[in-house]
């Protein structure tokens, strides 16, 4: 029903930046809240951001004031700016897509999509 595609994962050294980048598919994509997620081995899915269908964003945080979340309806996409990046941000980084609107947004459960993830390696 709705499938989504991560790209901009890589290797940079501790400090610098990535953006991520989620395509989906799906015709009400504008009204989907969608997140970004993270995988290690320490914590499977843990939150990293959401960005609600009006814009309304939130963050975790771990990352508040260092990764930024926007979407462009036009395309179909939600990004994550990330700066400043720390090796602990090193994980493997899955969007997805809430098309109800949960109010427990931190949760993995509340959502109903995912991508297949693209890794972001942040080096010492």
């Known amino acids: 029903q709705v499938q989504l595609v991560e790209s901009g994962g890589g290797l940079v050294q501790a400090g610098g930046s990535l953006r991520l980048s989620c395509a989906a598919s799906?015709?009400?994509?504008?009204?989907?809240?969608m997140g970004w997620f993270r995988h290690t081995l320490e914590k499977e899915r843990e939150f990293v951001a959401r960005?609600?269908?009006?814009?309304?964003?939130n963050y975790a945080d771990s990352v508040k004031g260092r990764f930024t979340i926007s979407r462009d309806n036009a395309k179909n996409t939600v990004y994550l700016q990330m700066d400043s990046l720390k090796p602990e941000d090193t994980a493997v980084y899955y969007c997805?897509?809430?098309?109800?609107?949960?109010?427990?947004?931190?949760?993995?459960?509340?959502?109903?999509?995912w991508g297949q993830g693209t890794q972001v390696t942040v080096s010492s």
């Open positions: 997805a897509a809430d098309l109800y609107g949960r109010l427990d947004y931190p949760s993995p459960v509340g959502y109903d999509f």
């Open positions: 799906g015709r009400t994509f504008s009204r989907y809240h």
């Open positions: 960005i609600s269908w009006t814009g309304a964003t």
